[in-house]
T-cell receptor, first 112, second 113 residues
């Protein structure tokens, strides 16, 4: 099955700086890559996703890039704010499969 | 607007008890999933269902079973709770179209003593 890995496990950034989280996946048949944000004590929520026919997608301060050749995708958060502090999960889905394979999550801490 | 509801936020059960975790979604989604979330291990798939009365094992089904008698409800059953099943349990659902993400419930934190 699909194996998704995230790096780094913990990331601390100064408020206003950028944060980048990278994920790698193993199955070249995967074609859908969502990112979830989980604030403390809350449910994971979808914040952005990208499909394999697109190389980059942006939504305000967050963006995701996909490199299909290298089988990795990254979440970019610009101008970080304290409310960006959370655990971020990346995931991947194979063509024709409804299941998501999740990475282990990254704890992002934004230091005011 | 809560769309995936898990009946209990916190549960404390005794070892050996039979435990039911309930999940209900109001989005008419075909697909429903149960995950457990543990520190350092991320989200691990226990069971999933693509349709009423249909169930498939995920990556860690041992010690669990599920029931889906109605489209909107997916129940996770711990036949005989053990302390290593102490965890956060998350239910999720999605539409049948593969290129959409999940909607998660708020989670049930289960402690087995």
């Amino acid at each position: 099955g699909e194996n998704v890995e995230q790096h780094p496990s913990t990331l601390s950034v100064q408020e206003g700086d950028s944060a980048v989280i990278k994920c790698t996946y193993s199955d070249s048949a995967s074609n859908y890559f969502p990112w979830y944000k989980q604030e403390l004590g809350k449910r994971p929520q979808l914040i952005i996703d990208i499909r394999s026919n697109v190389g980059e997608k942006k939504d305000q301060r967050i963006a995701v890039t996909l490199n299909k050749t290298a089988k990795h995708f990254s979440l970019h958060i610009t101008e970080t704010q304290p409310e960006d502090s959370a655990v971020y999960f990346c995931a991947a889905r194979r063509v024709g499969d409804n299941r998501l394979a999740f990475g282990k999550g990254n704890q992002v801490v934004v230091i005011p | 607007d809560v769309k995936v509801t898990q009946s209990s936020r916190y549960l404390v059960k005794r070892t050996g008890e039979k435990v039911f975790l309930e999940c209900v979604q109001d989005m008419d989604h075909e697909n429903m999933f149960w995950y457990r979330q543990d520190p350092g291990l991320g989200l691990r798939l226990i069971y999933f269902s693509y349709d009423v009365k249909m169930k498939e094992k995920g990556d860690i089904p041992e010690g669990y079973s599920v029931s889906r008698e109605k489209k909107e409800r997916f129940s996770l059953i711990l036949e005989s709770a053990s302390t290593n099943q102490t965890s956060m349990y998350l239910c999720a659902s999605k539409t049948g179209n593969t290129n959409y993400g999940y909607t998660f419930g708020s989670g049930t934190r289960l402690t087995v003593v």
